[in-house]
């Protein structure tokens, strides 16, 4: 799997939008980029994926560049909640049922009244 | 929905303890991990089991050991509970083609 590199932390005012970047330059093309977050003293809850469309549901929107080698996870008007640690895995979609997942340390996301 | 349920939110034990975590999917999913997170370092997969009595180490499974008896459990096991092994543990699965990973609430070990 690529390996995909995130800011540590950042803030982002309530009812903003809140842009979350990630870089994953050694992408391959049959890979896809999945975005989970993880609330405090809650499991990660996967978000969206895409490949090389952009993607929109009800909790966010993901932005792919043409060249595939970062994408940023838009989360339209932010609230309170959505403070958490926002991952990015960028891995083949139907990989063989014994491959492993792998969590990097992610962004943390404030959202400031 | 698909629920991953940990049995333990909370454990406190000693060192030297032999420590089961219990996780239990309730659909049917081939594939579970355990994750262990702890500051600063994200998730670490500690193992993964892709079907019963089958599992693979992560990467760092280290003082840890697995069972799958069944399908919809998986458990992890600290044979000697050491304080390097106060963590957040977090149990997930997901079904074999599908690439959505569903996770327990976890379960907060801390070793004394």
């Known amino acids: 799997d690529a390996k995909t590199t995130q800011p540590p932390s950042m803030d982002c005012a309530e009812g903003r939008a809140a842009n979350l970047p990630c870089n994953h330059s050694?992408?391959?093309?049959?890979?896809?980029v999945y975005w989970y977050r993880q609330i405090h003293s809650q499991g990660p809850q996967y978000i969206i994926h895409?490949?090389?469309n952009n993607e929109t549901n009800e909790m966010a929107s993901l932005i792919i560049t043409e060249d595939r080698k970062s994408s940023t996870l838009i989360l339209p008007h932010a609230t309170l909640r959505d403070t958490a640690v926002y991952y990015c895995?960028?891995?083949?979609?139907?990989?063989?049922?014994?491959?492993?997942?792998?969590f990097g340390p992610g962004t943390s996301l404030s959202v400031i009244p | 929905d698909v629920k991953v349920t940990q049995s333990s939110r909370y454990l406190v034990k000693r060192t030297g303890e032999k420590v089961f975590l219990e996780c239990v999917q309730d659909?049917?999913?081939?594939?579970m991990f355990w994750y262990r997170q702890d500051p600063g370092l994200g998730l670490r997969l500690i193992y993964f089991?892709?079907?019963?009595?089958?599992?693979e180490k992560g990467d760092i499974p280290e003082g840890y050991s697995v069972s799958r008896e069944k399908k919809e459990r998986f458990s992890l096991i600290l044979e000697s509970a050491s304080t390097n092994q106060t963590s957040m543990y977090l149990c997930?699965?997901?079904?074999?083609?599908?690439?959505?990973?569903?996770f327990g609430a976890g379960s907060r070990l801390t070793v004394l």
């Open positions: 997930a699965s997901r079904e074999t083609g599908a690439n959505v990973l569903t």
């Open positions: 050694t992408i391959s093309g049959n890979e896809y």
């Open positions: 895409g490949l090389k």
């Open positions: 895995i960028v891995r083949v979609a139907f990989g063989a049922s014994y491959d492993k997942v792998i």
């Open positions: 659909m049917d999913h081939e594939n």
């Open positions: 089991s892709y079907d019963v009595k089958m599992k």
